[in-house]
């Protein structure tokens, strides 16, 4: 069965409801259509109710991790609790472990941990000459699981991947695509595609692909629909009440 983890930008454009209060009443409506008609993200987007679908009915296998999980924390109104019109839902994914866990090396408060520059300079730590034996020093005296030091031989193809990125930013993804590697996943799930284009020369054994190229590996040629439509507005069970301009 393929494997797919996925990416925080795939959530993102799968979770398709926001709040509304109209009339006083408390629903949802769907959120703005994303870029233009017949752009290449449209396209993608229209992409994702088939490939949730296939996670639901277990022709695929959906995998999650705690970097992209801090990612999602991040995200306006991803503390509402509802799961309405949200594609991608954390019950629908099996969680892996990273490649290397930040927070044995890495410490900081909580508001800090979160930031993206934090990552960054995790993935720029990783990538410093001799990192392998500074990182096996500091286990020693840690009870770290064994896969972190397993992981820590393979930290050469992480290297790999960060030399052929244009900018550290994208560290962060190449760190995403190798934890899914070291899990034996098949793909990594993302609708970047400046990061496919410059990471598909680093012969990963994890391929970083966009949803339509997923559903053509997978031969699937027809599209569901979204369950939640535009200028319709939903109850809080979901139920469409009224259409609005």
């Not at 109209?22 to 229209?46: A, F, H, Q, T």
């Not at 990471?199 to 559903?215: D, G, Y």
Request: some cysteine.
């Amino acid at each position: 069965m393929p494997s797919i983890l996925i990416d925080q930008n795939i959530v993102t454009y799968g979770d398709i409801l926001t709040p509304e209060k109209i009339n006083d009443v408390i629903g949802y409506v769907r959120k703005p259509l994303v870029g233009k008609d017949g752009d290449w993200l449209r396209e993608e987007i229209s992409c994702l109710p088939s490939i949730s679908k296939l996670v639901n009915d277990k022709a695929i296998t959906a995998y999650r991790y705690i970097e992209l999980d801090l990612e999602n924390w991040k995200r306006s109104g991803s503390a509402d609790t509802s799961r309405l019109g949200q594609l991608f839902p954390n019950t629908i994914m099996h969680e892996v472990p990273p490649a290397i866990e930040r927070s044995y090396f890495f410490q900081a408060s909580l508001t800090e941990y979160l930031h993206n520059d934090q990552v960054i300079e995790f993935c720029k730590w990783l990538n410093k000459e001799n990192i392998e034996a500074d990182i096996l020093n500091i286990v020693t005296n840690k009870p770290v699981p064994k896969e972190v030091i397993k992981n820590v031989n393979s930290l050469p193809n992480f290297h790999t991947m960060c030399r052929v990125l244009q900018k550290e930013a994208q560290y962060v993804d190449a760190f995403h695509l190798w934890s899914a590697e070291m899990c034996n996943i098949d793909y990594f799930l993302t609708a970047d595609r400046k990061f496919i284009n410059a990471i598909k020369n680093a012969n990963c054994s994890c391929q970083a692909i966009l949803p339509s190229q997923l559903l053509e590996v997978l031969n699937i040629k027809s599209r569901e629909p979204f369950k939640y439509q535009h200028n319709v507005f939903y109850n809080i069970g979901g139920q469409p009440m009224w259409n609005i301009d």
